[in-house]
DNA sequence: CATGAATGAGGTTTCATTCAT
DNA sequence: CATGAATGAAACCTCATTCAT
């Protein structure tokens, strides 16, 4: 995250060269999987040398772990921007479509962050536990407060926020799957549109 | 020499020493991927030698691929059960609360899929095509009828079943993160509950 | 030392094994130093593929360890015989006698050892505190006790097990100098007799 | 372009990175070996980038050589200063003492020797040849004649001298050995007067 | 005089697989 | 049916050295 101290500001060189390396090891990462990935693959795709890989970066987690790191804070973006003073229903609806916006734009993302969970989180669970955590526990108690005061429906904030990760990341996580199923080229719109329906009516207050 | 044409009867030894190494293999491919997952942790776990294993299968791919086929069978039981002559929203009600059961019952399962999907599916695809598609199609269009006739809300079916997928998959797949979020050994009983009110309130038929 | 509990009696082929690559490792050892020796040349010496010699061994280090434990079992064989009952010259001067017939019988560990030692004995340092320094001690607090009951001439004995050390060794140590001195293959005879009247002369009881 | 033929008159900053470039090599090959020791440590030990060494020399291998020619020098001096027309065990003695106090002075020095001999002193053996073996002969030639003439006792010259390296070069040598035995911060004075009174007494004439 | 950037050769080790019994 | 033994391919990484400024 912050320079070590010794380091002098990086030459535009270094820069364009780790954003290189950044990019491919995304790509490969993503794809293949921790393990699965190679350094040959990475350094192929980036258009350079292993060992000049080697010389930016301490090795093969190192590139792995700056990837989860500079994604966390992109990741969690939106749910920053959750607003306790705006209107609960809105606020909601718009979290899901930035959300989902994020997981479409970005879904190497998505994948790699799934796949670091799917293993165990082994490599990132610090990161959870300082950066996400707080964050999370605090949307769940507004939406919890939002329910408790009949502004929407009555849920549970956490299993709430779940299921917006959840149905989101999966046009992402699933692409593979989704493009079997609905053609390979199939317009994802309609994934916006349903999922905006779907949290429409189910956050909507009770009629009582 | 005067061997039987195609492959004689298993034998009781046989099919427990399959079993066994299906039975670690999945345990490992499901924590650490297919490229993660080393034949020698396999054989450790299911308690036979390295050659062994091979004795029984062609390779590596080989039980992966085997395991995959074995799960998507019973991964499509739920969606099978669809009833189209029973009552629309408790038939898809009753298709979350399975698929959510399953996902608890077989959480390693739904790992080795995600894990699959996430890397493209290389393995898997022509099952996706032969097994899963039809179904799909078939459930997808059934939504779409009784939504059509007003039996439950305007929704388009293909994602619809995306989402129930998402939110069930999401407790198994994401465990190691949520086990983080919420304390390792919370209950998850609230996801029952909650999916049952989400997909209540989201599926009820307009009251106009 | 002595076998993990697991392990079964190691076959015929695994002995034969083991050995061959002790043997090769020592040879490569002696001569280019710990990280100057690669396991190419060794399995090459050893008529073993690389990966071969990794089945029997855990990595490079456990070779070189395994080789300086067997080493040090043998080097202080000599020590141990010194014989408190015996006549002290006597036995001081066998024990110089059999230390040189050692190094020159086993120049290669001589060798291996003088290495560790001269980069700060990294592997070695338990085995010296461990069983070297008590036998060390012993045989010091003997010589003195001679050396004070008038037996042989007054020295500290640690300084003489130290010069007797360097005297003998030195032989295989610097075979490479010394040949270069006095001819590749003079025959080093001359050592026994030098050293046995050295120390005949410098350990004399004093005459008053 | 218009350079000088040979080579310009060493700057002082040439002259003063030079040096350092040496200090530091000295202490990294004496610690790990030729081969053990890295450009890296060598740099980073003498404050200057890795290029930068190789400005000043062509390659690992020269600073290596260079080291060595350097200390060669140095080593000599005492065996040199043995006076033909002195009194012999006076001037044997003094070696011995001279001997030792260059293994305290300089006990990395020592150690790069020995190192370079035990592997075989492949980048050393010219210098032996050209520089220390006629030291080496004369000394021994006029030790002989000192024996033969009944000065000191009967012991051949070159055994003598190989003794009298193996002793005292030892302290410096097996210093990680000696510290475990001894305690590390022994003081090594008892060196001295041990290897004064054994050469003493080894030395003097035979009484007849 | 100095160095950030780059790399080829080679190091140790892992692993799926085959051999031979 | 089972397994000790063996291996080729490829993984990550190190390091002396060169390039270009």
Known sequence: MTEPLKSPAPSRIQRRNRARILEAALDVFAQHGYRGATLDQIAESAGLSKPNILYYFAGKEEIHVTLLHQLMDNWLEPLRQLDPDGSPLEELLTYVRRKLEMSQAFPRESRLFA????????????LLEAELKPLFDGAAALIDRWAGAGAIAQVDGRHLIFSIWA????????E????????PDAPREGAAEFLNGLYTRALAPDQS
Do not use: C, V
Not at 167 to 174: G, K, L, S
Not at 176 to 183: N, V
């Open 176 to 183: 593979a799957q989704i493009a079997k199923l609905m053609g």
């Open 115 to 126: 796949n670091e969970i799917l293993q165990g989180a082994p490599r990132i669970a610090p």
């Open 167 to 174: 149905t989101t990341q999966h046009y992402a996580d699933f």
